[in-house]
């Protein structure tokens, strides 16, 4: 469901193609849905996202990167757990989602990991995340801010 | 001559293939053979070491026999994994309702360095309150992991930050401080607390 893929010309080709209006190729399609984080103690430790992005469109979409205003760094893990039960994480790299399927971000799994928090995340407030993806599309969500023990969407 | 040479090549190389197999099985598989990775953990009896808990008090494996004891490793900074099987505990505690207060639940920190007993009262303070968070000198908390056969490595991060692995799982003992079970990260609720029910239950056939 998830692979790794590497269009980075893409934008540049339909920027010399000339056209006025942006195009872009199926991130106009990407749905985010059920999106959701934990509150932090403070700014010093990093803060984690979930939610679930759908490719509605017929064109493969790939995820690239994210931004916040709440986060200098915000990247996507992945929490992996070995057969020895040792969980260790490291960046998840760029994500290709196939036309009419989804990605969910889900804890013990990739999650949208918010280093250098520029401020601390609060229950009950929001914050805007937006995804950058390969075709030069954004799409911005507002993130809940549940409680530190929140274990779903729901809390 | 050169035949029996031969023979006397023969029965020596024979030797030393047969002292080269002794010598692979005694420290393989017979008693020269290092304990396995991922073995059972010790009897809580059989552990030590010195750690304080989130108010203060100084804390060993000898303080949790007696009730039945859930122990887990992890870290504050930990983003995802950690707060997750904080939260998922908690769940269970409270699915056991007032059974949860007959237990010890230990959080034991695998980062000393930034989890000091503040920072662990802080954090454990926003989930169940019968979880207790662990910390101390790196000394003693590896003898800790060592007990429970864990294990934990610093990891450097991008930022110039750190972050660590650790070993994700959840311990049972019984009131006696014997192994039950291990939960595993991320195991469904329905198959964790019938778990932890047999913990609970392994007191009362102990203490008949």
């Known amino acids: 469901m998830t692979k790794r893929s590497y269009i980075n010309g893409l934008p540049l080709v339909l920027l010399l193609s000339g056209m006025s209006t942006p195009a872009f190729a199926g ?129 | 001559m050169q035949r029996r040479q031969l023979l006397l090549y023969g029965a020596a190389g024979a030797g030393v293939l047969g002292l080269t197999l002794f010598v692979g099985w005694w420290r393989v598989d017979g008693p020269g053979a290092p304990e396995p990775k991922g073995q059972r953990p010790l009897p809580l009896s059989a552990m030590e070491f010195r750690l304080t808990d989130h108010e203060e008090n100084e804390v060993g494996p000898g303080n949790l026999i007696g009730r039945p004891t859930m122990v887990f490793f992890g870290f504050t900074y930990c983003p995802d994994v950690c707060p997750t099987t904080l939260s998922d505990i908690s769940g269970w505690l409270e699915e056991l309702g007032d059974e949860a207060s007959e237990m010890n639940v230990v959080f034991i920190t695998v980062d000393p360095e930034r989890d000091t007993v503040e920072a662990m009262a802080e954090y454990v303070g926003y989930f169940h309150p019968v979880i207790r968070g662990w910390t101390g000198p790196e000394d003693q908390i590896a003898r800790a992991a060592e007990g429970f056969r864990a294990s934990y490595e610093r990891v450097p991060t991008e930022g110039g930050d750190y972050t660590m692995n650790h070993t994700a799982s959840v311990f049972l003992f019984d009131a006696k401080g014997e192994l039950v079970t291990m939960i595993d990260y991320h195991e469904p609720r329905e198959f964790a607390v019938p778990k932890i029910r047999r913990a609970l239950t392994e007191d009362v056939e102990g203490a008949t």
């Open chain 1, 27 to 155: 991130s106009e399609d990407v749905v985010v849905e059920n999106a959701w984080s934990r509150a932090s103690i403070g700014v010093n430790r990093p803060g984690a996202a979930y939610m679930t992005v759908r490719n509605t469109g017929e064109d493969a979409v790939t995820l690239t990167g994210l931004a916040t205003p709440l986060a200098m760094m915000p990247e996507i893990h992945e929490s992996k757990t070995n057969s020895d039960g040792v969980s260790s994480m490291a960046p998840a790299g760029e994500i290709t989602i196939e036309p009419g399927q989804s990605v969910a971000l889900e804890p013990g799994g990739l999650h949208a990991m918010l280093m250098k928090l520029q401020e601390p995340m609060t229950e009950g407030e929001n914050f805007p995340l937006t995804l950058t993806f390969s075709d030069g599309g954004k799409v911005t969500v507002e993130v809940p801010i549940l409680g530190i023990a929140a274990r779903g969407p729901e809390g």
